[in-house]
């Protein structure tokens, strides 16, 4: 079973930075597309950033240049460094991973992710 555990959110003051961590483990081949989602009450879930198994990285507009996602295969961890934080980044963040190349990766999410439980992250002015 394929289990994605989120860490590293908290509360930070605008222009500060956290790391998000997701140790993903319960699977034998590496995902086709992993990557983080964001999602405020309210509102619909949308695509921070994700990673193709190709090393092709997909941003969203609001988040370029001041997030970076990576991972390190060796530990299964995939993470988020968000610098220069905004309180419109406040939100809960969620790892997802897909297996099926059918599916484009990239921001849009599909019934066949898989999600971990999310860490919220705060952001104040």
């Known amino acids: 079973q394929v289990q994605l555990v989120e860490s590293g959110g908290g509360s930070v003051q605008s222009g500060g930075s956290l790391r998000l961590s997701c140790v993903a483990s319960?699977?034998?081949?590496?995902?086709?597309?992993i990557g983080w989602f964001r999602q405020t009450p309210g509102k619909e879930r949308e695509g921070v950033a994700t990673?193709?198994?190709?090393?092709?990285?997909f941003y969203a507009a609001s988040v370029k240049d001041r997030f970076t996602i990576y991972e390190d295969n060796g530990k299964n961890t995939l993470y988020l460094q968000m610098n220069s934080l905004k309180p419109e980044d406040t939100a809960m963040y969620y790892c997802?991973?897909?297996?099926?190349?059918?599916?484009?990766?990239?921001?849009?999410?599909?019934?066949?992710?898989?999600w971990g439980k999310g860490t919220l992250v705060t952001i104040s002015s």
């Open positions: 319960g699977y034998t081949y590496t995902p086709y597309c």
């Open positions: 997802a991973a897909n297996f099926d190349d059918d599916y484009p990766c990239g921001l849009q999410s599909y019934d066949v992710y898989y």
């Open positions: 990673i193709e198994s190709g090393g092709r990285t």
